[in-house]
Structure formats: C-alpha cells, structure tokens
C-alpha cells in the first residue's frame, strides 16, 4: 500500500436550486478496519497521520468548518480518529494533552466512545508517533522531520 494513496479524498459540490447557493464538501476516506485492533501496520499509521494533516490543510483554507466523521458502529474507529483529532488540537494549543479527560467529555455526547483498551492504546500510539514528526513541539509549526526514519518499524 502507498502511503500516498492510503486515503481518498472527493470533492462534492452541493447546489440548491431554489436558493442558487453552492457548497463544496471535501470527502475524506480512510481504511480503517485494523485501527480496532494491534494490527495496525507501519503503513496505516502513516497513512492515519497524513489524512489528519490533510484535513488540517482543508480546515485552515476552508475557515474551520465542521468535520463529520463516522463508521459502521459510529463508535469504535470513528472514536479513535476523533479522540486522536481532539488530542492533537488541544496539544497545539495547550502543550499538553489528558487523553483520558477527552474522550471522558466525548462520552457525555456519544456513549459508548472507544470501546476496548486497543483502541484507547491505539489512540495513545498515534499521538506519539504524530508529536515524533514535528521539530518544534510546543507549537507544531516547525520543520517535518524526516518520516521515513520515524516511521520505520
């Protein structure tokens, strides 16, 4: 699998006719079945990472706009990618990031958020391996390090 290629990105225009409004959606597709399990590959992790900076790039050029994010049971791999994308936000800003308190919060909307401890752990995986990407931890503008030597397993 290319890392390039891991996921699928479509770009929808929605028109209403009565109105004469248009509106562009930008669709986002990973593959996400082993993210429920330890069997996430070196090549999924970074395909992970790099859909989650490419919706970053999008929400920086679209003005923040809300994300949906959803999967077959709407709580296990959606969970994680949400807890995940909620850690990396508050890391920027904060500088720090309580994994546990997020995605309690989550829960109070979305029972049931993470289901196993892979998964939490999973989540867990991902941040690091994220934060090992950036030179300037504090605010992640600095330089990317090179992924191939961070991501080499």
Do not use: W
């Amino acid at each position: 699998m290319n890392i390039d290629n891991y996921y699928t990105q479509t770009i929808l225009r929605v028109l209403d006719t009565q109105a004469g409004e248009e509106q562009t959606i930008i669709l986002i597709q990973l593959p996400l079945s082993n993210i429920v399990s330890d069997e996430l590959s070196h090549t999924e992790r970074v395909g992970i990472l790099s859909a989650i900076e490419e919706i970053e790039k999008i929400q920086r050029k679209t003005g923040n706009n809300p994300i949906l994010v959803h999967c077959s049971d709407t709580v296990s791999r959606s969970g994680v990618f949400c807890v995940l994308y909620t850690s990396i936000q508050q890391m920027k800003i904060e500088q720090q990031v309580n994994i546990y308190e997020i995605l309690y919060n989550m829960r109070t909307c979305k029972p049931g958020l993470i289901t196993t401890p892979v998964q939490y752990k999973m989540v867990y995986l991902l941040l690091m391996r994220y934060v090992e990407e950036f030179e300037a931890y504090g605010n992640f503008e600095g330089q990317k390090k090179d992924t191939e030597s961070i991501y080499n397993d």
